[in-house]
């Protein structure tokens, strides 16, 4: 069978070329490139052959794929699932019982060492596997087999890559994450969150092919590109934080004008992710931007650690930010607020929310 460039395989599906470029810009903004950066990409991608991808789903709600169904346009689904080729997704695939495993048998024998596995889910290892089965499989003897002959593993959402829900405590399956289930697995990369961000998983696959190599990772295995910043750092709201400026009870005031939600529990202090910039639902908003504090679900063990959601947890790790907050009980009228802003930066920032006191999202991200 012939193997398509991407860029004959879009055409194929009629996206313009205007609409690749700019796909191709909106890319490299996610990868914290200049928009010049797009026709590179462009020039890199097109001619590209197609990656083959095994999405495998276990332990898991299966809200990494309905994220990757709703991304932008061309829509991710265009992209991952036309243009490039997955070639076995159980949830989306048509086939079904015997013919499915025959699609997965046939697309590791015939990609082997090739093929990139992208893994959904947590691995239940309780019971020798016997609470996630396919196919008489455990989810676990079928991840050693596909992660063990993958060039790379994808570990899509917090589940996969920490384990996440199905790991927190009591963890009755004795969940695992990819890493855990699969050790010395090759290439492996975490995509945190709950779900994970359509734009990143597709911003990652871009970047290996344009580059043919995966991206600098941090210390839990994720792109910088995604997870390099906190969500405290890019949020929209920081300028309210070292202002002063919190939101004490769900609709009062200070909540309709977009101030910030740290008093209410915002885990944003502690999250890495890039929730702030790429936001979701082709960048219509996200969480924050909504008015709900981030429950920081892309860091490992959130479901533990990061309960209760709606409550301030001045010990978690990243919230030494809350030694001066809590004590202080800053508020609009806080005079102290300004002396505990580092530097007078509280100063500087009440200034410019003066000046923009008519903007009801109060976006001046830091
Ligand atoms: S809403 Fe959360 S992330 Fe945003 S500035 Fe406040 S504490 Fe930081």
Not at 4 to 33: K, N, T, W
Not at 257 to 265: D, E, I, N, P, R
Request: with cysteine; proline share 6%.
């Amino acid at each position: 069978m012939r193997v398509h460039g991407l860029r004959e395989e879009l055409e194929h599906q009629g996206i313009s070329r205007r609409d690749f470029l700019a796909f191709c810009a909106s890319m490299a903004a996610v990868l914290g490139l200049p928009a010049s950066a797009g026709p590179a990409i462009a020039a890199a991608v097109e001619n590209e052959q197609k990656p083959i991808l095994i999405w495998l789903e276990f332990q898991d709600c299966a809200g990494n794929t309905e994220s990757l169904l709703r991304a932008g346009h061309p829509t991710v689904a265009d992209l991952i699932l036309d243009s490039i080729s997955l070639s076995y997704h159980e949830t989306l695939m048509a086939a079904a019982g015997s013919q499915a495993e025959q699609a997965l048998t046939q697309a590791v024998r015939d990609n082997a060492g090739k093929y990139i596995a992208l893994i959904e889910g947590s691995i239940p290892s309780d019971a020798d596997g016997a609470y996630c089965m396919i196919g008489g499989k455990s989810a676990l003897q079928i991840a050693r087999e596909i992660c063990g002959g993958a060039a790379a593993t994808i570990a899509v959402g917090t589940c996969a890559s920490f384990g996440g829900i199905p790991a927190a405590r009591p963890n009755p399956t004795g969940a695992l994450s990819v890493a855990d289930a699969v050790p010395g697995v090759k290439n492996l990369i975490n995509m945190s969150a709950c779900p994970a961000n359509a734009e990143n998983i597709t911003a990652l696959i871009v970047y290996y092919l344009t580059l043919k190599r995966w991206p600098p990772l941090d210390q839990y295995r994720r792109p910088l590109f995604a997870y390099g910043k906190s969500i405290h750092d890019n949020c929209e709201r920081r300028a309210h934080f070292d202002a002063g400026q919190y939101v004490d009870a769900w609709g009062d005031e200070a909540h309709r004008h977009g101030h910030c939600l740290y008093k209410m529990g915002c885990k944003g202090p502690a999250t890495s992710q890039n929730c702030p910039v790429v936001r979701w639902n082709e960048g219509t908003n996200w969480p924050i931007g909504c008015g709900h504090p981030c429950i920081g679900c892309a860091e490992p063990n959130f479901w533990d650690t990061m309960t209760p959601f709606y409550q301030r947890l001045p010990n978690v790790a990243g919230f030494d930010v809350g030694s001066w907050v809590d004590p202080v009980g800053l508020g609009l009228t806080g005079l102290v607020a300004a002396a505990a802003v580092a530097h007078g930066v509280g100063e500087i920032v009440r200034h410019r929310i003066g000046s923009k006191a008519s903007s009801e999202d109060g976006s001046e991200a830091e």
